[in-house]
């Protein structure tokens, strides 16, 4: 007997990167045991030159496919070159480093996936031709007049769920058709793994609906909101004292750190991060308790019990989140270690 697994990877497309797949068959004995590496065509997803274009496809996170149900599988891969060296498009890889070096920190990541539904080209509950009722009802909203796309989100949670991702909820959003769901807390290279499954899910599942999913950080200009990647942070010594939480917070303001993380946090920042719509300016950096127009948040629980995470409240929606655990564990890991707060 044969069972199909769905092998995911990452592509080379800028200046945001495309999830492909397709589908191996492989015998019943193949499970259990390392899945085989696969290739591609690297010319297809700008990930090669045609004179030169097969990339490899190696298998670093497994999941039940909920789509197929079954004995079949989704299997996320890392992209090399044929000489097994990471192809530049791969950033797990450098996540994997970083993770290796601040392992003992224990740091872990939920990260808010915000995204939001289309239909042809208008965001789901945009009437033909205009626009819906100001925001103001909508976000945690009930109703046929307030909610767009339930089905979807329904169907979505429960694959994810079927696939055995650790999320963690979901809400409706600000703007009509926007949504949000949370995978975490976990390690940077699991939460990072299944928030990719789980995009692919979103994908994979609004096909069926006939309805698009995007990550656009700001898919309609003007006053309405922007869809984020809230990314929450701690460390093991963040998770038991208030002054590693000020460490941190303080360590990303330091320098040249706030341009280098909000360059890697997703293109189209600078239209998202204004200082309007629950934002802070993307060339600004400040911390606060409970402020939703600060950088970053420390939620108002974690300063009464005086010990729990930080909220980066600056990535886009189309963030690499590869990118933004190997960022914050780099920064922050890096200046509690130098405060002896580890
Ligand atoms: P918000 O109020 O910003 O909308 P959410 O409830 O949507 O908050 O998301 C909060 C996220 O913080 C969740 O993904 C949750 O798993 C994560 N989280 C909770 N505790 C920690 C922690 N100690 N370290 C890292 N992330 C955490
Ligand atoms: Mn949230
Ligand atoms: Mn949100
Ligand atoms: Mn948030």
């Given at each position: 007997?044969?069972?199909?697994?769905?092998?995911?990877w990452i592509?080379?497309?800028?200046?945001?990167?495309?999830l492909?797949?397709k589908?191996?068959?492989?015998?019943d004995?193949?499970?259990?045991?390392?899945?085989?590496?696969?290739?591609?065509?690297?010319s297809?997803?700008n990930?090669?030159?045609?004179?030169?274009?097969?990339r490899?496809?190696?298998?670093?996170?497994?999941?039940?496919?909920?789509?197929?149900?079954g004995?079949?599988l989704?299997?996320?891969?890392?992209?090399?070159n044929?000489?097994?060296?990471?192809?530049?498009?791969?950033t797990?890889?450098?996540?994997a480093?970083v993770?290796?070096?601040?392992?003992?920190?224990?740091?872990?990541?939920?990260?808010?996936?915000?995204y939001?539904?289309?239909?042809?080209?208008?965001?789901?509950?945009?009437p033909?031709?205009?626009?819906?009722?100001?925001?103001?009802?909508?976000?945690?909203?009930v109703?046929?007049?307030?909610i767009?796309?339930?089905?979807v989100?329904?169907?979505?949670?429960?694959?994810c769920?079927?696939?055995?991702?650790?999320?963690?909820?979901?809400?409706?959003e600000?703007?009509?058709?926007?949504?949000?769901?949370?995978?975490?807390?976990?390690?940077?290279?699991?939460?990072?793994?299944?928030?990719?499954?789980?995009?692919?899910?979103l994908?994979r599942?609004?096909?069926?609906f006939k309805?698009?999913?995007?990550?656009d950080p700001?898919?309609?200009?003007?006053?309405?909101?922007g869809?984020g990647?809230h990314?929450?942070?701690?460390?093991?010594?963040?998770?038991?004292?208030?002054?590693?939480?000020?460490?941190?917070?303080?360590?990303?303001?330091?320098?040249?750190k706030?341009?280098?993380?909000?360059?890697?946090?997703?293109?189209?920042?600078?239209?998202?991060?204004?200082?309007?719509?629950?934002?802070?300016?993307?060339?600004?950096?400040?911390y606060?308790?409970?402020?939703?127009?600060a950088?970053?948040?420390?939620?108002?629980q974690?300063?009464?019990?005086?010990?729990g995470y930080i909220?980066?409240?600056?990535?886009?929606a189309?963030?690499?989140p590869y990118?933004v655990?190997?960022l914050l564990?780099?920064?922050?890991?890096?200046?509690?270690?130098k405060?002896?707060?580890?």
């Amino acid at each position: 007997m044969t069972f199909k697994a769905e092998y995911i990877w990452i592509d080379g497309t800028a200046p945001t990167a495309k999830l492909r797949s397709k589908t191996k068959i492989l015998a019943d004995d193949a499970k259990g045991a390392e899945l085989p590496l696969w290739g591609f065509d690297g010319s297809s997803t700008n990930q090669a030159k045609g004179h030169a274009s097969d990339r490899v496809l190696k298998p670093v996170f497994t999941c039940p496919d909920p789509i197929r149900g079954g004995a079949d599988l989704l299997v996320l891969c890392e992209v090399l070159n044929t000489d097994m060296t990471p192809h530049e498009s791969n950033t797990r890889a450098e996540l994997a480093e970083v993770e290796a070096r601040f392992g003992a920190q224990e740091p872990i990541f939920g990260i808010e996936q915000e995204y939001t539904f289309f239909e042809g080209d208008r965001p789901l509950g945009f009437p033909v031709g205009g626009f819906p009722a100001a925001q103001g009802g909508y976000y945690c909203g009930v109703g046929s007049d307030e909610i767009f796309g339930r089905d979807v989100v329904e169907a979505h949670l429960e694959n994810c769920l079927q696939a055995g991702l650790g999320i963690s909820g979901i809400n409706a959003e600000v703007m009509p058709g926007q949504w949000e769901f949370q995978v975490g807390p976990l390690a940077p290279l699991e939460v990072s793994d299944q928030l990719w499954i789980a995009r692919w899910l979103l994908y994979r599942t609004a096909e069926d609906f006939k309805v698009s999913a995007t990550l656009d950080p700001k898919p309609v200009k003007g006053d309405w909101n922007g869809a984020g990647a809230h990314t929450n942070f701690s460390t093991k010594a963040m998770r038991e004292g208030y002054a590693p939480i000020i460490t941190a917070c303080e360590s990303l303001g330091e320098g040249s750190k706030p341009m280098d993380h909000v360059k890697n946090y997703g293109a189209g920042i600078d239209d998202r991060l204004t200082g309007l719509h629950e934002t802070a300016p993307w060339d600004e950096y400040k911390y606060g308790v409970s402020d939703r127009g600060a950088s970053v948040r420390i939620p108002w629980q974690v300063e009464v019990e005086q010990k729990g995470y930080i909220e980066d409240r600056r990535p886009n929606a189309n963030v690499d989140p590869y990118v933004v655990t190997r960022l914050l564990v780099d920064t922050c890991c890096t200046a509690l270690e130098k405060a002896g707060q580890v």
